[in-house]
């Protein structure tokens, strides 16, 4: 019997698999890293032998004559690799590796080397590396961002390495001893020195553990909460030194602790602090019983974290300071330490304990050890109590407390106390040394443990937890002692390596011994140190240890042959030292032994061997094929915990035997298993037998099977007889006695419960076309249970499925109810669930009762169900509310039914949303039978033609359409200069090099190559606006003209020429708006003026500085500002610009100081400069340079327009005298700074209605001189700057000014713009306006030249939009020609265009409108003898037209109306005379035009660009080139809005007043005309194919909403082209047939159409099969649909395979026609097929739906197999069925939907009747086979078989067995018909049975007038 005694050793045993030495890799890696100590390596060795071949003994050498110091620094840790690895992909191990100064950070996996992945050297020596992963807040929402990072830890510093790039240094304030990295971030332990005591107040300690939560934020003081018995649980800082932190996780948030004075682990839980626990810390200790550490002690620490020195604040014995102290003391005794009893110590004994822990640290822990230390924590709290200390503690306290002037540091995280050790005082043992190692671990049930190794014990202790209802919380329950020296946890098999004592390795999974682990090439130690019980610790819990079992099967063996002592060594208090062990087995000194183990990553985990050698083993797995682990699963699913348990070891074990199975044998072994646990004895069935024969039988398997248990009972049986008496049975054929179970084993009782998920799960597997070959595997074993349990309707089922193979199997077991009851549970019905009948009863439209499912295990079942119940039988809510209707979701371990509601979250779109809430893809929907799917597939092809706009990107790859997908893929900012992501629309390089100087070359040419295809009017556009080149001065030298003069009058004309080129920039900025994307490491480049000229024909120079002539000081001042604004603003809003591009851009020359002042205006404009640090822009403006300060101002106002930011509001006041305090000293700031601020006010609180500031610029806009001849020039830009801001701070608030009434806006205005008495300043000013000026005398009226325009403009915006027709009436122009003389003809222009846009609505595009502005007796016949003055009338006239004309501008801004444009042109073209006006009008019809490009208004502009000479000056310059950059806004891709504050922008921009020369500023701030940038909006909408990325045509049709001057309507559009404004649209759509058609509806929400057009308008669209772009083909006769739409028949017959490629780019599809769809040699007998395939191929190609083709060809496989008789399973059958029902559903509905399905009219019914006629022809012959199938006799044997389950599966009749009896008898078929319909067979099918049921033996005969074949 020797050889049994192995058997039993190994029985319990498993091999570790994929042995190999193990080496830190960093090591190797560091030997080549050229640092110090590796130069002192060299000197040491000599280098022949450092690179010697055995790497790592030449290593080990060389380090051992390194100092010892230097060896201890090595040190490395390994992870699971987590660097946004996909789960699929390659798991792999990181290592961090650390020596000296180095740290590496490489990674590997099995099919990898290791590599380095990163490598840092620091400058002083690391104590510690680690990773930790710290959470970034977003800015915008709570969500927080990962950052995972390396953090290396130097003496006085902290380096922190992110992912990304990032480094920090976080300085450290004091000495760590550990870090810890944790979910928030790290943790800091702070080493207790001597120096304690100097540093707080005596007697007060100091924190020791901080947080930091990201490398830049200050290290926090850690807040404790301890469980306390006396105080309760009170929040103080986590000041114990005793307490040492062990452990830390993030999930969860958990940290160990141990008290190195009582020897106690604590766990708590890390969390963010509360406030009220933040607060409660924080307060003053003005209380006695305040918290130990106050405000105090909290300011010593604040300094001394902020290294400032307080040491020399008073502190002496004297001082007050002193009680407070003592007084601290007293009430931190009383405060209970963790743990369960507090440590209150007389003062002496706790101070003793600081001075020793102080001294040496080492020796604090025995000092108080044993009883002694017990005692005294049973003293009762100290006599003298709280009182008596101080007089009046309060006041004491408080007067004399030196409250330092640093406000403490908040702390951020709280440690909750969950759990500590318990100690029993009947107990005396030994205290508990520091836990070596803790980790969490979860056992095969799902149980969690968190584990620390106490090693003075030599034992690893086990605290169960669990999660409180609420997850909240985590509950800590028992603990329970393995003896360990050493364990690892394995984390992905729920289970943990132990090493125990005597040195072997022992795999746990939780507390469950599982077995020992055999690592081959290792001598184990002895056997008989096997079985060692588990210490129970005192809450002792019934732990479910196979530890009976193991004892039973020592029992056995000692009667046997063991010798005695082995009993004895089965007690409980064994303890092994490794000393004597090593002594007595003297043989083991040879062989290295396991000494420890590390590093345990998934399933591997590395061995350190007593020889210093490491190896790296791996744990197999608890099963490789997915059948076996989801049986596993739904086993542990539905048994109680314990039960699960059993079997889970019981089949590890079994697996994994050394020497075990391979993969192909594992099912098989893993049925003998299982049914041996069930009771069953596997050798007497037939076909378990068999599986024997397929396994290579090991003798430890064979010993295995021959026990028929291993848990449960305690007989013995005589195996080796019963082999024997198999072999007897079977060889003589003497006839066996029933075969009975065994009802003790132990999963006897539960069988029908795992028969019925076992069913469960073998319907799941029906639904998987790649596990459905599994099933047949697993059908096996459920026909055998199935028969045992006596469930005929299951047998009959699953011969249903697989006739050819169950007929096979007929033996049955006899289960004897005997001693232990099976439990039947309720769930387990007669009838079987079968999902595929389930879903066919659906299509049918019949009730259906809810489907039974295991949750997580039956995912696919759940899925398929809720989308028929949702799509087919149309339940809305099938997904949310009514789950529990269709589905049954089993309770585990509980045998009774609940139908619990499983609530998904509620979906807003059709079902699809339900496919990709369970993460369901069209890769999983391929491998779904196509009966099944075809269901779906038509609810995807429904929803890829007509789908939302707004879905989410999982579903638009669901439905497959990519445009979609693209589309809601956010990313598509363009890094580069690009349109989008992957669009690389860069610009052609240009070949001149001067050309890309121009600043315009960013301007992408695909797209406005689309928008203007005929001509070249961009490049004319560029040529109009370019400034880099010289010009062209040709002047003829007549002959009279000197040399001297001729040059001079070259110069002359340069100088007019140099009028226009200073203009351009403001038109160049509008037309390259938001075109480029900088790069951060580049300056931007800014194009030069060039104001030079060349003279042909020699092309010499002309320049201005040649002194012959005189130029105007300053002239280029603010023309370079106007260009560095233009530069600026191509910066794409979207682009990375930060704080530091900004500075770098500033220039070195202060000759471009002016250019950067404009692109800081820029930069604003664009929203970037909300990015420039307050300090910088504090810089900037102390530099006092007047242009910064304006572009600056004005820049960072339109950043922050309309938000009220306070900090800019200070900003701006500094530079406006009104809105400082009267007191104040007066600053001088220059005038044009003033008007900027004054705007800048209006800027940012622009709609606000501010009070105060709409006060003080009501009254600035009448400002007047004052004394000292302060505020005297350029009076008018002041006073039109503050109107101009008034009616920006109230836009459009009409009359409803809140609280402003006592103000009289209106009235005030009013008289501002007529003149009249001036009023007494009122408030603040009054003190500044006291004197009159000395220089100006205007009285007390008020000066209307200068306060008109302002009041005029600020009324206009005020009462914006409303028709207010009183105020407009102010407005009016004069009546008679007395009060006209009084007024400028500009004023009327201004009045005229308030007038207009305050009767927004009564604006009409026609000249009529226009017209009626004039006056009446403007328009009507003069008489003579009136006194007129006609030039006068004729001005009049003129301005009043402008006016309007301008005002129809604004009204109809960037909406391309042809009736406004055509009136517009009408007036410019005809009569007109006036520059201004004229330029006026051109304004107006390029802000109509914006951004259209239109030909005539830029032949206009061309026009008048020539013009140079006579009166055309810079200002009209400047509006014409201001109207070409509107009419090409942003390259074509933006226009105006007509929002009100892109009005009040376009009013300030476009103020009709422009600069005569290029220094004037007196009217209007120049700076101001580039607010036009402010009424910019994207609108253009750009199609990009999705396939090709590139910009391409498609038709849009776009729906108009109803308004009161026309209906809805529909337009059609061929874009890239500009949208309407969004808001008044209804819903904008791609139409087909080229393209999938895409609705956008606009009436529910316009955001994601304007997230669209603010990423460059790209809009992906697919184009369909068979088209071509419009492109290549306009008309669309080249398509290849267009031959055949007109006879679709004959489509099929004209279809070539090689056509193929023009319909589809479908790889898939293409070899498929290669293939399949050509005459070939191989394929010429089968012409039929090719036929066939190259319809189908059509059909799919046509019909958009290529997916459907492995559809057709599985519906025709099915049916030619039919036809054949080759079919063994009736699978396909069900398909067909399916699929028929589903036909016929549609059909039903009416032949209006015929055209829905997805399967073609002409396919089907020809299929259906190949079916019908193969399955009817059988019926002719065989009618007796169904008859004796329905009498209930025997199943047929042979081929009959399958063909009849084919039949009742194909005719959907069911297990008629019991039913014959009622049908039997039925005389005429109304009998039949009522009898059957309970039966639920359809009619159709229903008559097939007619002839057999009714009919006689003689064989089937025809109904009378039914022929068949009409059904």
Known sequence: MSHNLVYEETATMIAAGELQSFVPFGREHCRNHPNAFNLQLRELQPASELWSSDGAAGLVGSLQEVSLQEREKECWQLRKGCMGVREEDVEFEEELYTAGTVVVWSQGSRTQASNVYKAFTVDSPVQQALWCNFAVPQNKKDEEEVEQTVCIVQGSCVNVHTVTGKDFISPLPFQVSNVWATKFGLLLERKNAATDAQLGPPGEPLPTVFSMLHPLDEIAPVVCKPTGLFEGSRVQYASDSTMKIVFSCSQPSLIVSYDTLQGIHSVWALRKVTPDERSSVLRCAADPCGTPLGLMASGFLTSHLRNISRLDSPVGTSSPLHYSALHSHQSRMTTSSPGLHSRIHSPSISNMAALSRAHSPGMAAPSFSGAARFNTSFYSPSPRGHHGLLPSPNSTVNETMLVPEMEPIVPDLCMEQLWSETITAGCHREMSSQASKVFLTSDLCENCYLCFLVESHQELRCVKFIESNDTSQLIFASVTTIPAKDAEPLQNIDAMLVLEACGSLVLYTGVTRVSKVFVPGLLSPTFSMTNHLPHLSTPVENISTPANAGSRHLQRLDEAVMPSPVSELRGPNIKHHEASFLEDYTFQQAMPYIHALRDAVCNRVTLELSSGTMLRISIPEIATSELVRKCLQAIRFILPKDAAMKVLVKWYNIYNAPGGPSAHAEWSLFVTCFMTLMGYNTDRLAWTRNLHFEVPLSPVIAAKKARPSDGGSDEVCDECLICCDDVVYFVFGIGLPSLRLDSAAPLFPHIPALFYVLHLLYQELQLDELQRARASSLVCLLQQLARDLQLEEYVDLYWRDYPSLISGFNESCLIDQGKTHLIRPSYLRAEPPCVLSWLSSCLRGEEVPPFPYLPGICQRTRLLVLSYALYIAGDENATSTDVSKYLAKLSAGVSKETASNVIFPPYKFTHNSLFTGLGFTLKDLESVPFGVALPIREAIYRCREQPCSDWLEEVCLLIGRQDLTKQAHKMTLAKSKSVGSGLSLEPPATTEADEEEDGMSDIIQEVTGLIWSQDLRVQEVRRLLQSSRPVRVSVVQLPEVSDHEYIEEKENKLLQLCQRTMALPVGRGLFTLFSYHPVPTEPLPVPKLNLTGRAPPRNTMVDLNSGNIDVPPNMTSWPSFHNGVAAGLKIAPASQVDSAWIAYNKPKSPELANEYAGFLMALGLNGHLTKLATLNIHDYLTKGHEMTSIGLLLGVSSAKLGTMDMSITRLLSIHIPALLPPTSTELDVPHNVQVAAVIGIGLVYQGTGHRHNAEVLLSEIGRPPGPEMEYCTDRESYSLAAGLALGMVCLGHGSNLIGMTDLNVPEQLYQYMVGGHRRAQAGANRERHKSPSYQIKEGDTINVDVTCPGATLAL?????????????????????????????????????????????????????????????????????????????????????????????????????????????????????????????????????????????????????????????????????????????????????????????????????????????NRYHLQALRHLAVLAAEPRLLVPVDVDSLKPCYALLEITYKETKWYDETTVELMAPTMLPELHLLKRVKVKGPRYWELSVDLSKETQHLKSILSRDGVLYVKLRAGQLPYKDDPQGWKSLLASTVNHRNSGVRAFKPDAISTFTSEPALVSFAKFFCKTSEEMKHREDSLVLFSAMLYECVTQECPEMLPTYIAVEQAVGALRRGDLLQTFPLWQMRLVVELWDSRVLRGPANRHDTLLTSEFLPVMKNMVDVALDGWLKENSSVLRSYMKGEALPKDAQSTVLACFLVYRSIPCLRNAHTQLEGCSSLGDLLSRSSQLGIPLRDLLRLVPVLLGSASGPQTLQGFPLQAF
């Open 1356 to 1560: 206009a915006m005020i009462y914006l939009k409303t028709n207010n027709r009183s105020i407009a009436d102010w407005l009016k122009p004069p009546d008679t020609w007395f009060l006209l003389d009084f007024i400028k003809p500009e004023f009327l222009l201004l009045r005229t265009l308030a007038r207009c846009i305050i009767m927004w609505d009564e604006i009409l595009p026609n000249t009529e409108w226009v017209k009626s502005n004039i006056p009446q007796i403007m328009r009507g016949t003069f008489d003579p003898s009136e006194d007129i003055n006609m030039e006068t009338m004729a001005q009049a006239q003129d301005y009043i037209t402008a006016g309007a004309c301008l005002a129809l501008g604004l009204r109809f801004a960037g909406s391309a109306n042809s009736d406004a444009f055509d009136c517009l042109y009408e007036f410019q073209t005809g009569y007109y005379n006036l520059q201004t006006g004229l330029s006026m009008i051109l304004l107006a019809m390029s802000m109509v035009m914006s951004g259209t490009g239109n030909l005539k208004v830029l032949q206009l502009c061309r026009f008048f660009h020539k013009r140079t000479g006579g009166e055309m000056n810079y200002g009209f310059h400047m509006a014409h080139h201001m109207a070409l950059g509107l009419l090409f806004l942003g390259g074509g891709r933006y226009t105006l809005s007509t929002s009100n504050s892109a009005i009040a922008a376009l009013l300030c921009a476009l103020y009709p007043h422009f600069p005569a020369h290029s220094t004037d």
